[in-house]
Structures are given as C-alpha cells and as structure tokens.
C-alpha cells in the first residue's frame, strides 16, 4: 500500500502570513506537517513541534526551501515543561505568535473490551490535554499582544462514531468541547479559535487505523481503505494538504469574525 501522495506538497501563490509565526504540533507527518508547509509557502515564520525529530527536521528543510524561517523543536504535548520550553525558544526567536496549529494526535483502536485503562489514558494525555496545555501556554501570549488564530485538529470522528474508536472518538469530541470554551475567552481579545474535524485522510494515522479495524471486518488494509473510500459522498480520502488549505483560511484575515467552531471537512461523511 503507497501513500506517496500524502508526502507531496501543494503548491500555492497565497503569501497571507508574512512576517507572521506559526507553532505547529505533530508537525513530523500527515496534517501537521502539511500545514507547517502551507503556512511556510504563505511566508510564515515555522515552528515545526514533535517527538519525532528526523521526520520535524525534514518538515523544516521544505518549509525553509519557501524561504521561510523555521526551526525544529523537540516537543512532547503531554508535559507542560517541553511545551513552555519550546514557546520560549520560539519567542527569543521571532518574539511573537500568531498561529497555533495543535495537531499532534494518535490513534490506538480497539474494541470496548480491549481497550486498557493505560491505552485510554495514552490517548486522551496527547490528544486532548496534549492540546488543552498548547492552548493553556500560547492563547494568553496571543490575547496579550495583537491576537491571533488557534486552530486545534479534532476529527470527524468528534462529531460521531464507530465500533472500536472509544478512546480516540473521546478525545477528539473533548478537542471541540475545550475549543468552544477558549473561543468564548478569547473572543475579546481578538483571537479566533476553531477546531477542524477532518474525515479519513490519506496519513500514517488512517494506516494505522487499517491495519487495527481491516482484519477485524474481515478486509486487507487495502479493502478497508477502499471501502472507507466508497462510504465518503465524494468517493476518495482526503489529501493532507486540502486539511491544510482550511487551516490557512482560518488563521486569515478573511476569517477574523469564525470562532467557536468545529468545521469538518470530511467530504460530506457526517452528514451520511
């Protein structure tokens, strides 16, 4: 199975984001990495944050061939330290935030009965408090300067349900709760918070996914792709970079008055 199309980058002539920094989480692979891309293309400055240092310094070397200026963090979102530590690093650097993409996440699957309490707990410390101390650390930065956008990656996956996604399905309905919240705190300060909720997305964490559920429906990863495919009104997975592209769009001018909101971009799945 080949995910080659997930790795290449979407070229655009937009340049809305010069000057402007951007801290992206899960920045190593898949959504987070398409949009340290996007936004390096906009002329961002890039803080590219993940555990995964090869594949955050890889991200930073196509972000830096945009001409943007972009760093590689070592970052864990489950611990408060890493996260301050790596805010700081990115202020004595440029001296501003303007853009939280927090999109770093995991996916573990299992039914009810097989989920452990520590594989719950995994999940639930880097894809919702990984995002709530992102958002702890950086909003108030933001609200003290010229605003800001924070754009937290939830999943459609937030908004309804399959067999054997409790743990990630709680999670990511918790990423849109806590964005709502922080929207309505951060309303007067002129910064913007929204969360997007992708459907299945042609990335490492939608392999996963395949490999857990396929053998379980009696499918190869292929067959279950392919019919994840077939379910979506627009018959395809999404490509990393069309995550990215709203991502752009929210952290824009032409967004300033979206907050509170939880967008899927899913190809019309939800709504079937």
Same mark, same amino acid.
């Given at each position: 199975?080949? =995910?080659?199309?997930?790795t290449q980058e979407h070229e655009t002539?937009?340049?809305?984001?010069?000057?402007?920094?951007?801290?992206?989480?899960?920045?190593?692979?898949?959504?987070?990495?398409?949009?340290?891309?996007?936004?390096?293309?906009?002329?961002?400055?890039?803080?590219?944050?993940?555990?995964?240092?090869?594949?955050?310094?890889?991200?930073?070397?196509?972000?830096?061939?945009?001409?943007?200026? *972009?760093?590689?963090?070592?970052?864990?979102?489950?611990?408060?330290?890493?996260?301050?530590?790596?805010?700081?690093?990115?202020?004595?650097?440029?001296?501003?935030?303007?853009?939280? !993409?927090? *999109?770093?996440?995991? =996916?573990?699957?299992?039914?009810?009965?097989?989920?452990?309490?520590?594989?719950?707990?995994?999940?639930?410390?880097?894809?919702? %408090?990984?995002?709530?101390?992102?958002?702890?650390?950086?909003? +108030?930065?933001?609200?003290?300067?010229?605003?800001?956008?924070?754009?937290?990656?939830?999943?459609?996956?937030?908004?309804?349900?399959?067999?054997?996604?409790?743990?990630?399905?709680?999670?990511?309905?918790?990423?849109?709760?806590?964005?709502?919240?922080?929207?309505?705190?951060?309303? &007067?300060?002129? !910064? %913007?918070?929204?969360?997007?909720?992708?459907?299945?997305?042609? %990335?490492?964490?939608?392999?996963?996914?395949?490999?857990?559920?396929? +053998?379980?429906?009696?499918? %190869? &990863?292929?067959?279950?792709? *392919?019919?994840?495919?077939?379910?979506? +009104?627009?018959?395809?997975?999404?490509? +990393?970079?069309?995550?990215?592209?709203?991502?752009?769009?929210?952290a824009s001018e032409d967004a300033r008055?979206?907050?509170?909101?939880?967008?899927?971009?899913?190809?019309?799945?939800?709504?079937?």
């Amino acid at each position: 199975m080949t =995910y080659s199309s997930s790795t290449q980058e979407h070229e655009t002539k937009l340049r809305r984001f010069v000057g402007h920094v951007a801290v992206i989480t899960g920045a190593a692979k898949g959504i987070g990495r398409a949009c340290a891309v996007r936004f390096a293309q906009e002329g961002a400055h890039v803080a590219c944050l993940d555990v995964h240092d090869t594949g955050n310094a890889e991200a930073v070397e196509t972000c830096r061939r945009y001409g943007a200026d *972009a760093i590689s963090v070592h970052c864990d979102v489950t611990k408060l330290e890493d996260i301050q530590r790596a805010v700081d690093e990115v202020m004595r650097r440029w001296g501003r935030i303007d853009i939280l !993409v927090a *999109a770093a996440g995991i =996916y573990t699957g299992g039914l009810l009965t097989e989920v452990s309490v520590e594989q719950w707990q995994r999940v639930i410390d880097i894809n919702l %408090t990984g995002v709530f101390l992102c958002n702890k650390v950086i909003a +108030p930065l933001m609200a003290g300067c010229c605003g800001g956008s924070i754009i937290n990656i939830s999943s459609m996956s937030g908004k309804t349900s399959w067999p054997g996604t409790h743990e990630y399905s709680a999670s990511k309905s918790g990423v849109i709760g806590l964005t709502h919240s922080v929207a309505m705190e951060m309303a &007067p300060y002129g !910064v %913007t918070v929204n969360a997007v909720c992708p459907g299945n997305t042609r %990335t490492e964490l939608v392999m996963q996914a395949a490999l857990k559920n396929a +053998p379980r429906e009696g499918l %190869t &990863p292929e067959e279950w792709l *392919a019919r994840r495919a077939n379910d979506c +009104p627009m018959k395809r997975l999404a490509e +990393p970079w069309e995550i990215a592209g709203l991502c752009a769009f929210l952290a824009s001018e032409d967004a300033r008055y979206i907050t509170g909101q939880a967008i899927e971009i899913d190809g019309g799945m939800v709504l079937t």
